[in-house]
């Protein structure tokens, strides 16, 4: 098990940029991938981008694709989302977790994070 703490969110423009950070409890971070959800108010949740444990390979969805940018830093035990050229549409609850294989599923992730809120203005 390991605990996992989003920040960064917060309130922004259409256009603007956020850039949120997962922090991860374990000594063993490189164990797990990492990967990106998120909540909006009239939506179920889903998937937004995963890392790999070293970060070699990356996948996101058609949604964020050339807009975020995910990123890991196994050293610090955390895991990044540069979020560029904000929509609406992004405003949500973003989510990070942990899982042993690398998937687009939310169902292969065991452990999560309590969320942060991302809010985009328009």
């Known amino acids: 098990q390991v605990q996992l703490v989003e920040s960064g969110g917060g309130l922004v423009q259409t256009g603007g940029s956020l850039r949120l950070s997962c922090a991860a409890s374990t000594r063993t971070f490189s164990n797990y991938n990492m990967g990106w959800f998120r909540q909006g108010p009239e939506n179920e949740r889903e998937f937004v981008t995963t890392i790999s444990r070293f970060g070699g390979t990356t996948a996101y969805a058609d949604s964020v694709k050339g807009r975020f940018t995910v990123s890991r830093d196994n050293a610090k035990a955390t895991m990044y989302l540069q979020m560029n050229s904000l929509k609406p549409e992004d405003t949500a609850v973003y989510y990070c977790?942990?899982?042993?294989?690398?998937?687009?599923?939310?169902?292969?992730?065991?452990?999560w994070g309590q969320g942060t809120q991302v809010t985009v203005s328009s």
């Open positions: 977790a942990a899982a042993t294989v690398f998937s687009r599923d939310m169902g292969k992730y065991e452990d």
